[in-house]
């Protein structure tokens, strides 16, 4: 099924059962109609783009997918091919291997052998966190009726009166798409049609694959026998269900098999003899060229995605390839997967600190962000000249596409076995740097003391109190108001009717005065703090992020600052009446609310984005409210008066 697709057209070329082909190019909206194949190919065409719209399949692009080298592999394809031309079930084959052992290769060849003979159905390989489960089955079913008119007859006939598809299970729309349009013409095919499915491994997580993965190992065996199935993956454990499944013909590739290791040897040395004979490295009379491939080879130990690693970081790089070649094969014996990740990334060390800075900003984008982003994007958020980005990872080309990199990137555990050595000669220097923290009784602190340096240890005068007195930060006017940060490092007070943040364990100001009548003193410093609570600070908090503040003040305003910048970011009105400075305030645990307790025994809640009163009075108090307290989870609030009473309410 060649096939080029770019932007809204897609071009193909289309076979019925009797190998008839039909070239249409699509473009355009148009309505279904049925029976349409026998009205020439614009009605053909139509179908296609209604059926496109509807099953809203994913694209691929498979120009850069190498297939196996000739004469490699040639055991296992062989069975694959023998089993694809084969009649009868099971109908479904499991091509089952480690991270890196070449399946998709051998999928991509396969694929590439049945499009040549055009008996291939759907070629469909998932991406890692670009693959969605969702529309698995509508891509198979949309790809099939491209494949063949007779199947787009047999599924428009299907879809006819079937209504909306989103609200239906899966297994509903795998009868609809699949099983039914292709059981309706298992009589008219009298050639193995092929399905490929590569790195299933790869569709999304194992939770959003669930329920494809079920459908899969139960429906697929019930689909016509020529209608065949090669699916690759994994041995993760979600995927087990479909290995240990008796209507499935399962294959293993062994990394550590003949097969495997001849194979990846020969790809090491077709790699690296076309980059001699193409000029890119220049190898003198007395470098033992053979010796040296057959070490990478040996190092790669049937692992394709090590040789394949080792080959795209020598032919990428700008200059000296000839010493990273030395380099990796004087270090390929002990050179793990993980150990050739670091030799690639080492390469960084050699750039100025600037652009380091942006790589490590690229790196966090591209395998944090909640989807792909465009070399144009990234260079864009990051603020830096126009294909900084595409410049930069050019240098990493031998690990684009590379499935294992995120994950070894991701992995903490992976990252800190590369300096087990160092960290575990640095063990008595890390406990020792922790002994001021911990006290002086302890099991721990008694026994490394003895090792610490004395002259960078803090030392504690005497026995610690309980209740020692660590820090004084020292204010000009009144506290009335008084908070942590999330973190505990730093502290929201007031100081009169101005507030301040104050780091915690320097007592130094971060952030301040943040004025909360709008306006400074006529001095324009605190030399006189006026004794007007028309505007004074009546209860603050932080926002859970620890980078906003609010302040609720008694003339009824709450104020939103940014204590980074110290800047004023939205103030809300609350009321027209006066808040005496007496009453009681707090704000709820999320910061949505703002509730006041007054002299009267009347409680308010407010609404702190809209400024609104959230709900009735709360009365039931005779006396001033003196104190209210939230429970952790906001449920509830506990409000004590004058009146010797505690209330607690609902706030739901």
Known sequence: ?????????????????AGRQTNTTINGPVNVHTNVFNQGPYAREAVMRELENRLKPAYFDGDNRPECLENTRKDTLDSIYQWVDASGYPNVLL??????????????????????????????????????????????????????????????????????????NLKTKFDILL?????????????????????????????????????????????????????TSRPDEDITPLISKPDFVTMTIDQHSDESKVSVTSYIKFEFNQ?????????????????????????????????????????????????SFRDLVLNANSLKLDDLYMTVLSHVSKWNEEDKEILRN??????????????????????????????LLSYFHSLNNDPELSSFLRDASRQASIYSGLISQSVLHIYTSFLPLTKEESLMSIHYAEYADKTHRVEYIGRRRRNDCIKTIRVKWDVSILSFSPDGTRILSNSGRRVYVWDATSGEMIAGPLIVDGKKGDKGDEEEEEEDYNSYPLSGAYLPDGRYVFVATTNGIIRKWNTLT????????????????????????????????????IIRVWNVETGEQDGGLLEGHTDSITCLSFSSDGKYLASGSDDGIIIIWGMG
């Open 95 to 168: 091509l089952i291997g480690a991270a890196g052992t070449g399946k998709s290769t051998i999928a991509t060849t396969v694929a590439g052998r049945y499009q040549r003979r055009r008996q291939l159905g759907c070629h469909i390989f998932f991406l890692r966190e670009r693959s969605n489960p969702g529309n698995v089955l509508q891509s198979i079913a949309y790809y099939l009726a491209k494949y063949s008119q007779t199947l787009a007859e047999s599924l428009v006939d299907q879809l006819k009166d079937t209504g909306v598809l989103g609200p239906s």
């Open 1 to 17: 099924m060649p096939s080029n697709h770019s932007g809204p057209s897609f071009t193909g070329n289309y076979y019925d059962i």
């Open 566 to 601: 110290s800047c004023l970011v939205s103030e809300r009105m609350m009321s027209d009446f006066q808040i005496d400075p007496t009453w009681a305030a707090i704000f709820s645990p999320d910061r949505k609310s703002v509730v006041f307790g007054d002299d009267e025994g």
């Open 179 to 231: 099983r039914h349009p292709l059981s309706a013409i298992a009589t008219k095919v009298h050639h193995p049609v092929l399905i490929v499915l590569d790195a299933l491994d790869e569709c999304g997580t194992p939770e959003s694959r669930q329920s494809l993965i079920n459908v899969l190992r139960d429906c697929l065996p019930t689909l016509p026998p020529n209608i065949r199935i090669l699916i």
């Open 362 to 391: 690229i790196f966090s984008l591209i395998l944090f962000a909640k989807r792909p982003l465009s070399d144009i994007e990234i260079d864009e958020i990051l603020d830096v000249e126009m294909d900084t980005t595409s410049d």
């Open 275 to 323: 980059m001699r004979s193409s000029g890119k490295i220049n190898v003198p009379d007395d470098c033992e060229w053979d010796d040296n491939l057959r070490r990478l080879a040996e190092s790669a130990d049937g692992l394709f995605i090590w040789a394949s690693t080792a080959v795209r970081f020598v032919r990428e790089l700008k200059r000296s390839r000839l010493n």
